[in-house]
């Protein structure tokens, strides 16, 4: 199981959805999934991203409620960076 890591933008992004308790269920079903190192479901679109965030997965936690995230497996942790919308995590 990887060990999950948190950003300081990660936690401020959650705060907006602490009485939104069906993203905030959802969220951790996908968050239990990535650390336990199993695929997502396709419902999730879960995918790697270019450009600015290259090196990352992006996932779909609710229908405009993207999760942004990267794995490190030489050091077995899941870096949880970003909660949003699409306007909101890929201005460009």
């Known amino acids: 199981m990887l ?3 948190n950003t300081k ?8 959805y602490e009485h939104k308790k069906e993203v905030l269920k959802e969220l951790k079903i996908v968050m239990m999934y990535i650390l ?7 419902i999730y679109k879960d995918h790697t991203l270019t450009g600015n965030w ?3 997965r992006e996932c779909h936690v ?3 409620v993207l999760l942004i995230y990267k794995i490190f497996p030489e050091s077995r942790e ?6 949003g919308s699409h306007s909101e995590l890929l201005k460009m």
């Open 54 to 56: 290259m090196g990352r």
């Open 36 to 42: 336990k190192e199993e695929p997502l479901p396709v």
């Open 3 to 5: 060990t999950p890591i």
């Open 78 to 83: 899941a870096l949880f960076e970003r909660i």
């Open 62 to 64: 609710k229908n405009d």
């Open 9 to 16: 933008q990660f936690k401020k992004d959650l705060k907006k």
